[in-house]
């Protein structure tokens, strides 16, 4: 009877309904069972190592180690630049949101600008989340303290330390050993810093940049875990960073440091070099900067300030500066004449003050003159007639041919950028430049080291540093060895000779002779005469303006006006030990003005004190 009636029930229409309903929804929650397979199929095998990576990502992080730059030492030594440990607050985006809030926690603890943090912060639009920014560089330890202190109120908040280069002796040799600035995108861009960062300092000028990839260090890094607040948990991993290569100079510091002391007040430049090798033992620039002002980044105002000086602080006009090489030039032309054979020693021409060419007088340096003089009276009294009688008989190309073939007019190959090559001037040359044939009234300007002429004190050292050793001429040094962090010399700079002066060495004793008696015999450099150390040497004042037909040398009106006043020089006069070029801008005479602070320079090196 049960069964009669379970029959009876299932088959009515009703219950056709309520089958047909209860398939469609048990197929409906199959499909939907489907999908979520496929979907955890597609997440877990073939995106799972992916969002595995992501996953870790928040807790794991890779941080930077960046290595200590390689230090710099004299000659002797001497430690000239070093690194400090610096302190950065940074703000790692992901961590620090609202990253507003941020800013202004961080403002009320340290005073620092919100402006200037944001300003940084945008500066590093389009890094990863994850990385820090860098937004308060190299705050001092109170400053520190007070971030360490609240760091529980400050999500994604960290203190990077970071060494920071250090130049031990402000302002010294600036323009030699250069600064460190931020890499900019268009540096990173050019591969010539494989590896860098932004944020990277980067060698911006002299040896830091001319060996950045010497001085730089390889980078390291560490594995680390952090909470969900950016926080340091445990290190997991760490490769340590390799310091950069340790580079030992040819300069003497103190040297240096007492050359410096010798411009103080005065715009200009020296020169110091070791005739036996070519080894720089000072260079000079003045004004200088303090380049520790770099290493955390000049306002605009201050650079503004630097690069409008009239004064040129930021040029190193060693190597840089451009100056007619004026009397100091006489020494090339008493070699040209006496190796061309258009004079000898005994060759004399008598001076009234003045030399009377096609219709013009070309007036010398002292109105009434020097009488009669040989080749040695003439470079010790630096008589204008004289060599605009010698440089007449010569032409401008023999000139040229001398000038250039000892250095002049061409840059030393010294290691350091933007070097100056100056100007020995051609017939051809000035056609080319001018469109206008040489005038001969124009090889008497020449001559004396005026006119077209044009010459660096680097290439001024070296020049006299030929003349002093005999008449070889190495290339100027800068780099004594490359030492690498385990202690092993990577590399050892040895002499380069490149050339010698193209004179014979009788003649070249003749002119040695000459300078011996500009300082030791009544000539223009008498002023700087000593019993105990002889100095040769040679005076020069290179005109700023052109003189009217018989105005004095020194012409009255402003001081940028005045000639500058050159010195070059070596000793002991016999033997030398040390070559040097001094220019002094706007110092009117070489004599007064640049010959005492090249002895100085000389004394110093050589340790002579007696008067």
């Known amino acids: ?27 409906a929650v199959l499909a939907a069972c489907f999908m979520l397979f496929i979907r955890m199929f597609h997440l877990q095998i073939i995106e799972g190592e992916e969002f595995r990576r992501l996953s870790e990502s928040n807790c794991i992080r890779i941080q930077n180690i960046d290595p200590p730059r390689g230090l710099i030492y004299d000659s002797k030594g001497e430690l000239i630049v070093d690194n400090r440990p610096s302190f950065n607050v940074c703000i790692t985006p992901k961590d620090a949101k609202p990253i507003e809030e941020t800013f202004n926690r961080l403002a009320a603890l340290t005073r620092a600008p919100v402006s200037d943090m944001e300003e940084r912060f945008k500066k590093q639009k389009g890094m990863p989340s994850y990385n820090p920014v860098v937004v308060l560089p190299d705050v001092d330890r109170d400053i520190l303290g ?46 010539k810093y494989p590896g860098s960062l932004r944020g990277d300092s980067i060698g911006k000028n002299g040896i830091e940049k001319k060996f950045e990839m010497k001085l730089r260090g390889i980078r390291g890094g560490r594995q680390v875990e952090v909470d969900a607040r950016g926080r340091l948990v445990r290190v997991l991993r760490t490769v340590e960073e390799k310091p950069g290569n340790t580079i030992y100079l040819t300069i003497d510091q103190q040297l240096q440091m007492a050359a410096e002391a010798l411009f103080q007040g005065n715009v200009g430049a020296a020169v110091a070099m070791d005739p036996d090798n070519g080894n720089i033992l000072a260079m000079v620039s003045s004004p200088t900067f303090d380049q520790n ?18 004064q040129r602080p930021m040029e190193n006009k060693a190597l840089q500066g451009t100056y007619p090489p004026a009397s100091t030039y006489k020494i090339l032309t008493a070699m040209a004449g006496l190796e061309e054979g258009v004079i000898d020693e005994h060759t004399t021409m008598v001076c009234n003050g003045y030399y009377r060419y096609g219709n013009r007088s070309y007036k010398c340096w002292r109105p009434d003159g020097h009488g009669s003089v040989d080749i040695y009276r003439a470079l010790a009294h630096s008589c204008d007639v004289y060599f605009y009688q010698v440089g007449q008989r ?21 290691d350091l950028d933007n070097e100056a090559s100056g100007i020995i001037p051609t017939a051809e040359w000035k056609k080319q430049r001018t469109g206008d044939v040489w005038q001969r009234g124009e090889t008497l300007s020449i001559a004396i080291g005026q006119g077209f002429n044009l010459v660096t004190p680097l290439q001024m050292a070296c020049f006299v540093s030929a003349v002093g050793n005999g008449g070889k001429r190495f290339k100027p040094q800068l780099i ?46 008498s002023l700087i005469r000593m019993k105990s150390l002889e100095i040769s040497g040679k005076t020069g004042t290179a005109q700023v303006i052109s003189r009217a037909r018989g105005d004095a040398e020194t012409s009255a009106g402003p001081a940028h006006w005045k000639p500058h006043a050159w010195f070059v020089a070596y000793a002991p006069a016999e033997s030398p030990k040390i070559a040097v070029a001094v220019i002094v801008e706007h110092g009117e005479h070489g004599g007064s003005a640049a010959a005492p602070i090249a002895r100085d320079i000389i004394k110093h090196y050589l340790k002579e004190t007696k008067p």
Not at 9 to 23: H, V
Not at 159 to 184: D, F, T, W
Not at 402 to 407: E, F, L, P, V
Not at 490 to 508: A, M, S, Y
Request: proline fraction near 4%; aromatic fraction near 8%.
């Open 1 to 27: 009877m049960a069964e009669q009636i379970v029959n009876t029930y299932l088959n009515t229409p009703d219950n056709d309904w309520y089958k047909a309903r209860l398939s469609g929804l048990v197929f």
């Open 146 to 191: 007070v971030i360490e202190a609240r760091r529980f109120d400050l999500p994604g908040v960290s203190i990077q330390v970071k060494p920071l280069r250090h130049y031990v002796h402000n302002g010294s040799a600036a323009h030699l050993l250069g600064y460190l600035g931020e890499i900019s995108q268009k540096e990173m861009d050019s591969g």
């Open 293 to 310: 002002e770099f290493v955390a980044g000049l306002s605009h105002q201050t650079w503004n300030a630097l690069i409008n000086n009239p």
């Open 394 to 414: 010569l032409g401008v190309d023999k000139l040229s041919f001398y000038a250039r073939s000892s250095g002049l007019g061409s840059r030393t190959g010294i």
């Open 480 to 525: 004594q060895k490359v030492v690498d962090p385990d202690g092993d010399v990577v590399k050892l700079t040895q002499p380069e000779l490149v050339g010698k002066l193209p004179v014979h060495l009788t003649h070249l004793n003749m002119v040695r002779k000459g300078l011996w008696q500009v300082v030791n015999a009544g000539g223009t450099g």
